[in-house]
């Protein structure tokens, strides 16, 4: 019996030590977490989303991005890291371009170069004819060249400067095994170290518009192209920031930026513009409490990335997009409580059709507008 009870004392021992001393890459930090809305108000549960009609993508799934490219074509991101070109109906589909990372948002220029932020490579422009060209993978900061490391999202305004989203500075989808497990890296620590940035093609630079972003996502521009909508992913939150910033730090506050939403119901990724100068907001997945109630307890979160990752607590499957006015009212909400059309995270809206974007899905779904 003795034996028996050295056995057991050793086997906990090492089990203790390994939840409590097993190196692992995060250092949390302590936050405030608001108390979940729920599905309330503007965001009243529905199934407006659901019964999505599908475009089949054959062995691609992910469609992350949408969008009608000046060809009048439909261009989507996947996540074998290819680029797909079909007719608006998914017809005729052929592989435009395949970069050797993994493109999750992009946008066209005045040129029709197809401008991809690859959370690998960086900013890339690819144009027409296929030929891919590097805009840049870094940014100057006191002077010096800092890696740009999850190049996330883009949008191109009407003076050809670009805005792009670098989601964390710390953990890079090429180093941590791939776009997911780094946003889950950076989301658990919340260490906020996003930033979003401005590649000026006439120049060559790359500078710090904001920063102390929690998982910078999704961007786009307001109509008068004088301020960014920027997701900030790990914090529920929607910020609106003035393009002429230099850096501001939006953990202190100021003039230059400030949350247009805040305390959403799920985790915002993608921003699009739509039609009648609305934005379209997809939510990746919706919030759960476990991981709200450990925003305060940074050693067990420390813990929980030490648990088998079949138990981390990862948020269900939810549908969820919703369409915004520039100055924050909540226009329209469509959702799928059953999740069968995984990580709605976001929307393509044309004179005829609502494409959903998807992180995972088998296929691309679109509803009727």
């Known amino acids: 019996m003795k034996k028996l009870f050295g ?11 390994y939840f409590c001393l097993w190196p692992i890459p995060i250092e949390p930090v302590s936050w405030d977490a608001p108390k979940a809305p729920g599905y309330a108000g503007p965001h009243a549960v529905n199934d407006k989303l659901a019964k999505l ?45 395949q970069t050797g990372g993994r493109v999750l948002g992009f946008d066209f220029d005045a040129k029709g170069h197809l401008i991809a932020a690859d ?7 690819i144009a027409p004819d296929k030929s891919i060209k590097l805009l840049t993978d870094q940014v100057s900061v006191n002077g010096k060249a800092d890696p740009i490391r999850y190049a996330d999202a883009v949008v191109v305004a009407k003076n050809g400067k670009m805005y792009l989203s670098d989601a ?37 630079q790359t500078r710090v ?22 997701n900030e992913t790990g914090k529920y939150r929607v910020w609106k920031i003035d393009v002429n910033a230099q850096g501001v730090d939006v953990t202190k506050g100021g003039d230059q930026a400030r949350v247009l939403f805040d305390n959403l119901p799920g985790y915002p990724d993608n921003l699009m513009r739509g039609r009648d100068g609305k934005i379209w907001l997809g939510f990746a997945k919706p919030r759960n409490p476990t991981i709200d109630d450990l925003a305060q307890k940074p050693f067990m979160r420390k813990v929980t990335l030490r648990l088998p990752r079949a138990l981390w607590p990862i948020p269900k499957a939810y549908g969820h997009v919703m369409a915004f006015t520039e100055d924050g009212k909540v226009v329209n909400d469509l959702q799928d409580p059953s999740g069968q059309y995984p990580e709605s995270t976001g929307v393509t ?7 959903i974007q998807s992180l995972h899905a088998k296929g691309l779904g679109w509803l009727p507008r």
């Open 119 to 125: 959370a690998v490579k960086g900013l890339l422009s």
């Open 168 to 204: 964390s500075t710390r953990f890079a989808p090429k180093d941590w095994g791939g776009t997911f497990e780094a946003s889950v890296l950076d989301i658990l620590e919340q260490a906020a170290t996003g930033r979003v940035l401005e590649y000026d093609p006439a120049n060559g």
């Open 7 to 17: 056995v057991l004392g050793v086997l906990v021992l090492s089990g203790l030590a």
């Open 349 to 355: 809206e044309t004179a005829d059709r609502l494409y």
């Open 209 to 230: 518009v904001a920063q102390g972003l929690s998982f910078a996502n999704g961007v786009t521009l307001s109509q008068d192209e004088k301020y960014l909508f920027v």
């Open 53 to 97: 009609n599908m475009i089949d993508l054959g062995a691609e799934a992910g469609p992350e991005h949408i969008a009608i490219g000046p060809d009048g074509k439909l261009y989507t991101t996947v996540e074998s890291g290819r680029i797909l070109r079909m007719q608006p109906d998914g017809s005729q589909q052929e592989v435009f371009a």
